[in-house]
């Protein structure tokens, strides 16, 4: 049984940072395709970064691209999404998820088998 499990969310002004955890218990996720995606009420789920575990490639939307960094501890089997100059459009429900790495994509959610509970991220102007 997989479980992902997240931690790091909170509130921040506009311009602030935050760091998202995410720990994979129950299977090696060397093979794996590890992501963020976020949500909120009303909205599409929409991927902000994935990474290939096996060889460390990542992708990002525009939306994020200079600002939001995934990167992977192997001792931990661990994932972190560092978010900087953080906008009130960044706040939503912020998901990790796991998907095999022929589904490893940040335009598509539809592929990803395994989702954590969610953490909310807040962002005030």
């Known amino acids: 049984q997989v479980q992902l499990v997240e931690s790091g969310g909170g509130s921040v002004q506009a311009g602030g940072s935050l760091r998202l955890s995410c720990a994979v218990i129950g299977y090696p996720y060397s093979t794996y395709c590890m992501a963020w995606f976020r949500q909120t009420p009303g909205k599409e789920r929409e991927g902000v970064a994935a990474i290939l575990i096996f060889n460390g490639t990542t992708l990002y939307p525009d939306s994020v691209k200079g600002r939001f960094t995934i990167s992977q501890d192997d001792a931990k089997n661990t994932v972190y999404l560092q978010m900087n100059s953080l906008k009130p459009d960044d706040t939503a429900i912020y998901y990790c998820?796991?998907?095999?790495?022929?589904?490893?994509?940040?335009?598509?959610?539809?592929?990803?088998?395994?989702w954590g509970q969610g953490t909310q991220v807040s962002v005030s102007s």
């Open positions: 998820a796991a998907a095999i790495p022929r589904f490893c994509s940040v335009t598509r959610h539809q592929g990803f088998g395994y």
